[in-house]
């Protein structure tokens, strides 16, 4: 049987990776969308484009330029607990 692979949320669950940080890759992803991948303190990197990129609203909405500031963070955040990260 293959080992399922934890999202972020699951390693959030797991106190692996904090509420901060997942506000760190949502920041440093709404400051500069070209920055790539995110590195959590555990080990894990997620690239936050993939993520969004993967998430069908938050791709819709922030391709959208009228979309909230609010409303932006919102998606990427969703998209980043979503989304799977690799072990560094």
Same mark, same amino acid.
């Given at each position: 049987m293959a080992k399922e692979i934890p999202s972020v949320g699951?390693?959030?669950r797991k106190s692996?990776?904090?509420d901060e940080?997942?506000?760190?890759a949502t920041a440093a992803y709404l400051t500069d969308e070209a920055a790539g991948s995110f590195a959590f303190?555990?080990?894990?990197?997620i690239n936050v484009a993939k993520a969004i990129?993967?998430?069908p609203q938050a791709k819709k909405l922030l391709a959208d330029? =009228?979309?909230?500031? *609010?409303l932006r963070?919102?998606?990427?955040?969703? =998209?980043?607990i979503m *989304?799977?990260?690799?072990?560094g």
């Amino acid at each position: 049987m293959a080992k399922e692979i934890p999202s972020v949320g699951d390693l959030r669950r797991k106190s692996e990776i904090t509420d901060e940080e997942i506000e760190a890759a949502t920041a440093a992803y709404l400051t500069d969308e070209a920055a790539g991948s995110f590195a959590f303190k555990s080990g894990h990197t997620i690239n936050v484009a993939k993520a969004i990129e993967m998430h069908p609203q938050a791709k819709k909405l922030l391709a959208d330029k =009228a979309t909230s500031p *609010g409303l932006r963070r919102t998606m990427v955040m969703t =998209a980043v607990i979503m *989304g799977f990260p690799v072990e560094g």
